[in-house]
């Protein structure tokens, strides 16, 4: 298993990226994705219930099939998706494509019992994006209106915070994919900031599949009252072989994960 060293935030992440794009190419066995699991390994594969907030998750795959997938996530009202830069322009033959509105994915959502057969599935083309650095993209959906799929409630941290709640990514990984299924990890945990508040280390489990995963909070919503729901503070963006500053006691072995934070999104999902 590939993985990457520490050296600089933008330097790293544009590598991250290639990485990302390589694995996502390529399937992983079980054993290695379980490489930087702290503790007890409580990654599940979530039951299939009509309804539930989990299935604003789904699988954007490029379009030919020849870039593999990555995870995307509802957003807006609806008919827009969320994922990393990486997985919405992948490199095709060691070239990124030009982004635009003409590099078109599916993203397949609400997913059924059998093998990577699912509900629906949706022609998705990039609406708003960043860049290789800032590694996000928002996608419009074809053919969607308005509640046909249930959007995610997205928060920002703000400048300069960190995510004190335990962690709950959820996503379609590779090293699960004879099992076609989505994958939950509970309580993993931010382990250290950064260098800037945009990004964060930790000891979230990644593999090929799961860039654009959302990174979901349980947290009390103002104006809701005491419930608790489901918020996206991250999205995960790929592995981190080294911590900064040699501090990888942090991490289990020497492995991290990068999670973007959604403040450089906000602006855009708020109009959505």
Not at 127 to 149: F, M, Q, S, T
Request: hydrophobic share 40%; charged share 15%; glycine share 10%.
């Amino acid at each position: 298993m590939l993985r990457l060293r520490y050296v600089g935030l933008r330097a790293s992440l544009m590598l991250a990226s290639l990485l990302t794009s390589v694995l996502l190419s390529v399937a992983m066995p079980l054993s290695e994705a379980h490489a930087n699991i702290i503790g007890t390994d409580d990654r599940t594969l979530p039951p299939r219930v009509e309804g539930t907030l989990l299935e604003s998750v789904g699988i954007l795959k490029s379009v030919p099939d020849d870039g593999g997938w990555g995870t995307a996530f509802v957003i807006g009202n609806g008919c827009y998706i969320m994922t990393a830069y990486h997985a919405a322009f992948p490199l095709r033959n060691g070239v990124r494509p030009q982004p635009s509105p003409n590099v078109v994915s599916e993203f397949h959502v609400m997913q059924n019992e059998r093998q990577f057969s699912f509900k629906r599935k949706y022609t998705a083309r990039p609406y708003r994006w960043g860049h290789v650095d800032l590694d996000w993209a928002i996608l419009k959906l074809d053919n969607c209106n308005p509640g046909d799929l249930h959007p995610t409630i997205v928060q920002s941290m703000g400048e300069g915070q960190t995510i004190q709640e335990p962690l709950l990514p959820v996503g379609y990984p590779q090293d699960r994919a004879n099992e076609a299924g989505m994958l939950v990890q509970k309580h993993c945990a931010s382990r250290l900031a950064g260098e800037t508040f945009t990004y964060a280390y930790t000891d979230c489990d990644s593999a090929g599949g799961m860039s654009g995963a959302p990174v979901f909070v349980r947290r009390r919503i103002q104006g809701s009252g005491p419930q608790l729901v489901n918020v996206v503070v991250g999205m995960i963006l790929g592995s981190h072989e080294a911590a900064p500053n040699g501090r990888a006691s942090q991490f289990s072995k020497d492995v991290g994960t990068i999670i973007l934070h959604m403040e450089p999104v906000m602006p855009w999902a708020n109009l959505l």
